[in-house]
T-cell receptor, first 110, second 113 residues
Framework: EDQVTQSPEALRLQEGESSSLNCSYT??????LFWYRQDPGKGPEFLFT???AGEEKEKERLKATLTKKESFLHITAPKPEDSATYLC???????????FGTGTRLTIIP | DTAVSQTPKYLVTQMGNDKSIKCEQN?????MYWYKQDSKKFLKIMFS???????INETVPNRFSPKSPDKAHLNLHINSLELGDSAVYFC????????????FGPGTRLLVL
């Protein structure tokens, strides 16, 4: 069965303080790894899909990277509006569904 | 324009009642999903329909029954509500069955008293 573990559970950063969120996964074969952002009281918002080790994608202050065992979401010079819960999910071959991690709750302090 | 919409946004009800949640997507997607998010923010798939055909049916009490009248709509009916059903329920859609990028609705917050 596919498994996803995200760390840390919560992260508080000063505005401008760069850091990384981790997503470790176990799948029989990776079809795709997804990053979502979820604001309080809202549904998850799609950020990135990564398909193969070595792939990187960027959007504003966010960059997602992928290895064979984990993915990192790097946040560069974050702003308070980047505060949210970031969810990681995997889709394995032979599986119809996405498996989500429990997320990292990120707080950026002005 | 809302891509994936759900009604109601909030639902407060007594144990034992029956309730329904509705979902509509205007993205022209073929596949729709129901997820449950518990208090620890864990998102777990419940059901998925592809062109009105049930393709995912996770281990969910049979008090939960999904219905897809057409590929743009997916409803969730819950019978005999229990305290443990309190959660946020999200609807999502994807373009095709094998198109992994899923787009989520705003959620329905269900509280069973």
């Amino acid at each position: 069965e596919d498994q996803v573990t995200q760390s840390p559970e919560a992260l508080r950063l000063q505005e401008g303080e760069s850091s990384s969120l981790n997503c470790s996964y176990t799948v029989s074969g990776l079809r795709g790894l997804f990053w979502y952002r979820q604001d309080p009281g809202k549904g998850p918002e799609f950020l990135f899909t990564l398909y193969s080790a070595g792939e990187e994608k960027e959007k504003e202050r966010l960059k997602a990277t992928l290895t064979k065992k984990e993915s990192f979401l790097h946040i560069t010079a974050p702003k308070p509006e980047d505060s949210a819960t970031y969810l990681c999910a995997v889709h394995g071959f032979g599986n119809e569904k996405l498996t989500f991690g429990t997320g990292t709750r990120l707080t950026i302090i002005p | 324009d809302t891509a994936v919409s759900q009604t109601p946004k909030y639902l407060v009800t007594q144990m034992g009642n029956d309730k329904s949640i509705k979902c509509e997507q205007n993205l022209g997607h073929d596949t729709m999903y129901w997820y449950k998010q518990d208090s620890k923010k864990f998102l777990k798939i419940m059901f998925s329909y592809n062109n009105k055909e049930l393709i995912i049916n996770e281990t969910v009490p049979n008090r939960f029954s999904p219905k897809s009248p057409d590929k743009a709509h997916l409803n969730l009916h819950i019978n005999s509500l229990e305290l443990g059903d309190s959660a946020v329920y999200f609807c999502a859609s994807s373009q095709k069955r094998d198109q992994e990028t899923q787009y989520f609705g705003p959620g329905t917050r269900l509280l069973v008293l």
